[in-house]
């Protein structure tokens, strides 16, 4: 009788042990960037799932990737195309050491961001020298 309740407790805690590791990070979701023109769906990247991707997943005005640095990319619609890459976590809701594309200028930035205390998610991206950050929120 202890034996079988000593391995129903254990089985129990690993249960709730593997369902917390399995919950997903608070930056994880849809988000939208200032002016609510975009929606991005924040999630694990397909190849390393220990990092978090971006995708675009709606435009309010359906555009082409026309300023990509790459010719042969310019003709690519820009939803679905990837635009957050590689983040690593620094620690629940804070992630760095990604890249964020902007395809409105067509630049890559280095970036990082975090999920505030109100739930808000704050980018902040650079290249050089030349820094931008944004406040993202959910739809």
Known sequence: MKAAL???CLL?????AGAAQAAPDPAEGEW???GDKAKVRIAPCEVHRDRLCGTIVWLKTPKLDAHNPDPKLRNRPIIGMPFLSGFKRDAVGRWSSGTIYDPEGGKTYDSKFQVAPNGTLKLDGCVLMFC????????
């Open 12 to 16: 129990t805690a690993l249960t709730i």
């Open 32 to 34: 939208l960037p200032p």
């Open 6 to 8: 000593s391995l129903s």
């Open 132 to 139: 931008r950050s944004q406040t993202w929120r959910r739809p």
